[in-house]
């Protein structure tokens, strides 16, 4: 009788000493690595990733040393975490589009954005010109099934920014950038010369453009400032600064300074949410929930609203023109930081 009453009580020991640890592993599981280590693991982790090609259809990009790979982390309080090489600078590319899209809503409004060029994805690659000619029925009756971030978009937006003459737009442009980066960014001659004489896709995009009547005049303009946007030299510590400018409601965290008002943010968040990554932006939110940009030039920023901005720089992209190790790192980072706005319990 005793033994059977002591074989009971063993046994509900051992169920309290299970319960116990299966809930003091859940507990360590759930508790988040601090930013740095997060950072640091993602670099250990692909820095021998050997995946992707460089971008070669502009010349000088296939020229970038492929090993190239630097990751930095902004916090919304300007707190900086890096790995890797955060001082090479490689060209901004369609990143860009994020910053002169955003200019234009700032300066214009949302409207402004949504009437002329649409805030839909293409779901059709960047320099798409079917995905022109699939929407251009509806110029002038409704939104245009487009956006600001595939070329014929981005070219449109550039056109939009106003100013005097030539010097003035760009003045603004680069403006713009700088304040978000929170630094005096130049453009890479190397690269803006290369695309120049290689970019007439995108010259006969701007000329379409303007036949359809998203480009109101001078495409030739329109192009040139927007291959010089995307010819801007940037590190990684630069993009995640200007990631985490969209994170903190339109700060720069590192300046202090307000580059745009926070109710303009969402909208250039959600643009970035759909169509960042081209036609891959769904398979990328579907892993981490972030709004994101991609650019040829091998950089990658996406955005933790609240939390956080992130980039990376590696030369080597997939068939989608997306950086292949800068995806699997902020993923892996953001994953770990609990960075999924739309997984809001579990951060
Ligand atoms: N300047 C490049 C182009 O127009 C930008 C493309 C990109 O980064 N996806 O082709």
New binding site residues.
Partial sequence: MSRQFNRRRIGLLAAVVVAVAVALVSVAAQQRPDPQTAVNNAFNQFRTLKEGKNAD??PALAKVDPNLFGIALVTVDGKVFTAGDIKTEVSI???SKVFTMAQVIQEQGLDAIEKRIGVDATGAR??SIIAIEGVRTVVGTGAPEMNPLV?PGAISATSMVTGANANAVWAKIIGFHNDSAGRSLSVLQDVYKS?SDS?Q??QAIGALMLAYGYIKANWPQAVDL??RQ?SIGVNAKDLATMAAMLAASGKNPVTGKQVMDAAKVPGVLAVMATAGL?DDSGKWLYHTGLPAK????GGLIAVSPGKFGIAVVSPPLDDA?NSVRAQRAIAAISNALGGNPLAPAAR
């Avoid at 991609?294 to 030039?297: D, E, K, L, N, P």
Wanted: proline letters at 0%; one cysteine or more; charged letters at 10%.
């Fill in positions: 259809y502009i590319q369609s990143i960047f320099n070329n695309e970019n896709r995108n927007y291959t995307c081209y991609s650019g040829v030039g023109g």
